[in-house]
């Protein structure tokens, strides 16, 4: 059994016990003003709404989010957690989007086409690949003019938190966001509460947090989802690891093999750039493979690998 004082909030279980359920709506209203109160302004209430939309199309009846709400003023709120990378996922997140959008359509009556705010936040549990190194743990994305850089339509938000970029210690935590960002990224290795973690919000957060609260039933399902996320780290982290290691091998050999014909400079850059492509090939192989013993189902381990359903399927 866990020996952590509190629940890993990137597992599905924490994050539906911290954010998800109505005993926890105050919590997720209070972060969600932090983080979008200049745009959105206060919210005051919040409804949670069906999370699964029945869509006309096979892809759609699998539009899942991890949370789905509506504040009082008829504005829909996407919120989800990302625990790994996954191909396509910008243009998953604005799918998503479509949804909270299109039941808008008001039938059997006419329709001046005007619609309420949507925001889409994302939790990840990884970085974007193209801003390594620069530490950016915050994106705020809307429609804009590239010429002017001004917002063309403010209706449509995109809020991404990149929480392997946030490194703030407990003394730099200048904002009620900052100790946010710090409380969901650090949770799980706490031992206790820190003091400069403050207020009735925070009280709540905390008593919904403890793993000592939980009911034997809700450890187990806990215990199961925790499992599910370490299992899927080091799944990921095993593969990566040998999927830099064939890579640099089958760079070298190619290399050889090119340098023959064009010479040893040129040969070995040839290796580099295709032994590469190798490797991130055979390091989605190796993935996929560990993720179908997780029992995933294939559709899930083409989106997170990046290889076709059909590829996976030969791996079976």
Known sequence: MTQEKYINPFTDFGFKRLFGQEPSKAILMDFLNELLREQEGEIKSMTYLKNEHLGSGEVDRKAIFDLYCENERGEKFIVELQKTKQNFFKDRALYYSTFPIQEQAKKGSEWNYELKAVYTVAI????????????????????????????FYDKLTFTYLAMPNFNKKLSELET???K???????????DKRPPELKGKIFDAFFETAAIAKMTRSELLNYEDSLKYY???????DTAKEEGIEIGREEGIEIGREEG???GKEEGIEIGKEEGIEIGEK???????????KLNLTIEQIAETTG??????KNIQ
Request: overall charge negative; charged content about 35%; hydrophobic content about 40%.
């Open 124 to 151: 990840l549990d990884f970085i974007f690949e193209d801003d390594k190194g620069k530490n950016k743990y915050r994106y705020d994305v809307k429609l804009t003019d590239i010429d002017t850089q001004k917002i």
């Open 176 to 178: 009620k966001f900052d």
């Open 180 to 190: 946010w960002l710090y409380v969901i990224k650090n949770l799980a290795s706490l």
């Open 230 to 236: 370490r299992d899927l780290h080091n799944s990921l």
């Open 260 to 262: 023959i014909e064009i």
């Open 282 to 292: 055979r390091k989605a192989i190796e993935t996929a493979k560990n993720l179908l």
């Open 307 to 312: 290889l076709t359903v059909e590829e996976v």
